[in-house]
Nanobody, 125 residues
Framework: QLQLVESGGGLVQPGGSLRLSCAASGFTIERYAIGWFRQAPGKEREGVSCIRSFDPIADYADSVKGRFTISRDNAKNTVYLQMNNLEPEDTAVYYC??????????????????WGKGTLVTVSS
C-alpha cells in the first residue's frame, strides 16, 4: 500500500531550474525519512538529498549543496526538490524513497521501505 509518485522532470538548459515533487500515499511522510536519489546511465544510484522525519534537518551531496533544496509539506504529504543552476552532470533519473529508520547523513538507500518509479531530468543546451 506504500506508494511514492515523482513528477516535475523534463528538459532544461544549463543554469535553469526545476522542482520535483514526490507525492506519498498509504503512509504519512512525517514519520519517515524521505530522500531523493538519482541514477545516470552507466553509473550507480547515488543519494542527492534527504530530510529527516519529525524535523526539517536535511542533508545534501556535495555536488548539489547550495543549488538544490529539499522540503516537506506534511499537509500535502509531499516532498519537493528544488533544483537551481542545473548542470549537465545533473542529468539522471531522479527517484524518491522513504525509510522509517532514517537514511543517515549520506542519504543511503540500502533498506528503504518504498521507491518511486522515477522522473527523468535532462540538462542540455
Amino acid at each position: 500500500q506504500l506508494q511514492l509518485v515523482e513528477s516535475g522532470g523534463g528538459l532544461v538548459q544549463p543554469g535553469g531550474s526545476l522542482r520535483l515533487s514526490c507525492a506519498a500515499s498509504g503512509f504519512t511522510i512525517e514519520r519517515y525519512a524521505i530522500g531523493w536519489f538519482r541514477q545516470a546511465p552507466g553509473k550507480e544510484r547515488e543519494g542527492v538529498s534527504c530530510i529527516r522525519s519529525f524535523d526539517p534537518i536535511a542533508d545534501y551531496a556535495d555536488s548539489v549543496k547550495g543549488r538544490f533544496t529539499i522540503s516537506r509539506d506534511n499537509a500535502k504529504n509531499t516532498v519537493y526538490l528544488q533544483m537551481n543552476n542545473l548542470e549537465p552532470e545533473d542529468t539522471a533519473v531522479y527517484y524518491c524513497a522513504a525509510d522509517r529508520g532514517g537514511m543517515g547523513s549520506t542519504c543511503y538507500y540500502h533498506d528503504v521501505d518504498v521507491w518511486g518509479k522515477g522522473t527523468l531530468v535532462t540538462v542540455s543546451s
